[in-house]
């Protein structure tokens, strides 16, 4: 199997189903999701720098 009819046929099964499934979730609101991503980095940021005494 020669890799352009791979990437073919991974194509194909990709795009099955693709007419009744839109890619997004209806649960999934992009500003929460960014949101929550911002919290949770800060909160790891500010653990880092609180466990970083060198002094």
């Known amino acids: 199997m020669s890799l ?3 990437a073919q ?3 194909l099964l990709a795009s ?3 007419e ?3 890619g997004n979730h209806d649960s ?3 500003y929460l999701t960014g ?3 911002l919290v949770i980095l ?3 940021l500010w653990v880092t720098t609180r466990l970083n ?3």
């Open 20 to 22: 009744t499934h839109g």
């Open 35 to 37: 949101g929550a991503a």
């Open 9 to 11: 046929s991974l194509v």
């Open 42 to 44: 800060l909160l790891m």
């Open 16 to 18: 099955e189903g693709a």
């Open 4 to 6: 352009p009819s791979t």
């Open 53 to 55: 005494r060198d002094r």
């Open 28 to 30: 999934l609101n992009p």
